[in-house]
């Protein structure tokens, strides 16, 4: 048995280079390559994931597991090694399921599709990019078919981003708290709207990128094992957990962009780096899911980065570092300003009280779409009813309503809804860890985080991808995703914010 | 055939691409890595080296090879395909001679050489370093062994990076060189010396990076397909014709540092950037060797960019740009300072009358230990005795002696002659491109450098590896690689300049 271990993880090791490599060419496409780069790239990156899909799928592989699977049931189920084999029986299974030429079909059609998405956005015209959405709906079902049986068509594809998830949980994680968020969305609306007009004057890049750094350091990303660059959008990616890149973007007439965006994918870095050294070269050696992902990110933005005792710390060297434009503005009016509930069209922009209402919006039409309830033809009118329902405003055009993710163009039916549960997840880590560290908010008041990273550290990130994450936050929080305390939070935010 | 041809051509093309992942991954490790990546990043490299290696080497490359050779000998032997086939063949040859472990031995012994070096360098400690070279040496040896029967040891090195040559070409190449560069330098000593101290001044880092790319984007240097960074070490390096990368290294008391290594890499990547776009993910997609490369680094820094014309119309800039430094240094004063020949221990700080010399002895001091007439151990005396009699100066130590270069750690025994060889090709092309643009030297003057790099991309840069470096400096100037134009060149520049 110990000869078999050892041989799939000489596999799993060569599997999770050939991952990584896979992960550094689309960071230096984003970041560093010349246009003249794609095409070469689009080759590189194809080989690459052959190789590594390949590798993983080998059929000697499968023989290892089968062969492991009794030893790893007579080990402690926390044990690495019986994480690791069931982690990657799973992955096997599913991998080997579906066959390389859909794998490639599929790629090519997204690659395309997203191509005449970015042209149907900018000429504002859905016509042209339904005929694509149609063909990659069909082939998200096709792909459905793969796992047959399941409960819902929808559940093969919440997998890939939520192990163990189904279309049911998520469904009843959602439905109390659409009603709840509208409901206080109205009562916010209600009340006299804050000015944050201060935000959007002229801020000096290089001082945003530095400020950003300063709260990122004190927050305890490693930059001996990690870099912040630019990029369009900001993301994070990582080879292993010794090289955690993350990069913002600093726009100079909005000073909420770079900083909170360098705060939150510093919180999707950290969860990188603390995880377990034991578990690297491995497919364990990751976050568990999205949605504990988005969590962490969530958490170190808004948990931390939109509190008050934050800012209590951190607003006087901003104040500091641009008096002309804040040395007026105090702290109470800032603090409100950066907390502004309005509801927007573009998800991308939108608040804490409006960005699960977008969120909820997605996963119903996707599921929807699959189900064959609704035709892609009808999404446009599906979209706007909904936006007007939810949020009680109707994009002007489809360029800023249904055409404004690039997620469906790739492919991606499936994911929205690990965003809306990270942030529930975020607030539930949140009660815990105002039970397990009493005097939280005063060390964030004096810039002091190692107490928190060290729990998150602790509770979640050393244990990687071990856990399904409907077990991780049972074991963390003692209940699984539960809306009810973002709710509370929500309320007790707003309460004080806008009067209620 | 075709069958088999497209086959080939796929299998090459997917070699290409680990080849180019390959080099991303050091680039990446050099320009951008944090320090707590090199654990996983020589994971990911030993991976990709060892599936490109599995790839090229694989049985059904040979088959294909065998039967396609007869092809290609019907066909034009200037058709790309045909020579495709023979160089494919040569190096699946050679690929194939080394035994993977062979091979996987050295890699290992050669990074332990490189780190104990490093070491040794700083403590000034050669016999800490001995028995790494000798056994570096020996690996060499046997190297060599899996070619025999070979005309001399040498041979199967050099092939290595000159494919084609023999040792005893080189030998015959700078047989008269050696004795005519001794002789000129020592004119050079009787005359007064230069003074070059206003280089050594402090100059604005921002303003010496800016200058030099000003300069290369005049010379053609294509940022689309291209990018530049800062390193420790400058170098060129390309992931296909359209993604080739330089860096250069910035120093703020040294103004001639940043601008002659911009040159000098932007001549490596224009040659790169103008392969024939039908060579791409071949093996002919590359320069022709280390020489020919380096003849188009030097052409740019030397031969364009340490020229009167040049100067003439760039100095004006740099002043501009430094008014306090160089406002009351005169073009012919600038030009002669950064002419100035002065024997030196060291070899990357040498000047074109010096450099050759510094290569000469380090090339016969390889040849006798690939011989046995040397020992390891009698190294620092051999060097110290021929820099004596090359240079007319004695290192007062092995640091700034035996040990000054990475290469022999490295196990790179071989390679030095490359970089005179190239000197000597840089002025045969020049003395071509005279006859052919006779008026050169005024458009230089006006800043016009489009018709060079025409003519350059026209006579070499188009045929990529097509061609062994001998064959293709015949082709372009009617004669194998040659002294004489090097040494009127020489004479030429420093009578004019020391007045000799």
């Known amino acids: 048995m110990e000869e078999k271990l050892k041989r799939l993880k000489e596999i799993l090791a060569e599997f999770y280079d050939l991952y990584a490599v896979g992960m550094l060419l689309d960071w230096d496409q984003q970041v560093n390559m010349p246009p003249g780069g794609v095409e070469g790239r689009g080759y590189q990156s194809a080989t690459i994931a052959s190789l590594a899909h390949k590798t993983f799928t080998a059929a000697e592989v499968g023989r290892l597991l089968d062969d492991l699977l009794p030893y790893a049931d007579s080990l402690d189920p926390d044990a690495d090694d019986a994480c690791l084999i069931h982690v990657a029986r799973r992955e096997y299974e599913k991998k080997t399921r579906v066959p390389a030429q859909f794998v490639a079909e599929f790629s090519q059609i997204t690659a395309n599709a997203m191509q005449t998405w970015q042209e149907a956005r900018e000429e504002n015209n859905f016509a042209k990019f339904q005929p694509h959405l149609e063909r990659i709906v ?154 504990l992902h988005e969590s962490q990110s969530r958490l170190w933005e808004n948990l931390v980065g939109r509190s008050l005792p934050f800012w209590e710390r951190f607003y006087p060297r901003l104040q500091q570092q641009f008096p002309v434009q804040l040395g007026r503005i105090d702290l109470w009016t ?83 809804s690990t965003y809306a549960l990270g942030n529930l997840v975020s607030v539930q880590l949140w009660e815990k860890i105002l039970q397990d560290i009493p005097d939280v908010e005063v060390q964030i008041r004096a810039g002091e985080f190692a107490a928190l990273l060290g729990w998150l550290r602790e509770k979640l990130h050393r244990h990687g991808a071990k856990y399904e994450p409907q077990v991780l936050v049972q074991r963390i929080t003692g209940s699984k995703i539960d809306p009810a305390p973002y709710l509370r939070y929500l309320r007790r935010k707003y309460r004080a914010i806008y009067g209620l």
């Open 138 to 291: 069909d082939l998200r079902r096709q792909y459905a078919e793969f796992f047959a049986p399941y409960k819902h068509v929808y559940d093969p594809l919440l997998d890939d981003f939520e192990p163990g998830l189904k279309t049911s949980d998520v469904q009843e994680i959602f439905s109390g708290l659409r009603l709840e968020q509208v409901a206080l969305l109205k009562e916010i609306a209600s009340r006299p709207q804050i000015d944050d007009s201060f935000i959007f004057l002229e801020y000096d890049e290089q001082k945003q990128w530095d400020f950003g750094v300063e709260v990122i350091t004190r927050f305890g990303y490693d930059w001996k094992r990690g870099r912040q660059d630019r990029s369009a959008h900001p993301f994070t990616t990582n080879f292993g957990a010794n090289d955690v890149r993350i990069t913002t973007r600093v726009h100079k007439d909005n000073l909420a962009s770079a900083a909170f965006s360098s705060m939150h994918e510093a919180g999707h870095a950290m969860y990188e780096q603390g995880v377990d050294p034991a578990l690297a070269r491995t497919v364990l050696c990751s976050g568990a899911s999205l949605a």
């Open 334 to 416: 800032f603090y409100k300003g950066i907390n502004k509930v309005e509801p927007s069209l573009v998800r991308v922009e939108s608040d804490e009280a409006t960005y699960n209402l977008h969120i909820m919006l997605r996963l119903e039409l996707e599921i929807a779409l699959m189900e064959g309830t609704l035709l892609v033809k009808d999404l446009p009118e599906s979209w706007n009813a909904r936006m007007q329902e939810y949020l009680g405003v109707t994009p002007p055009n489809d360029a800023k309503g249904v055409l404004q993710d690039i997620h469906w163009s790739g492919g991606m039916i499936g994911y929205f």
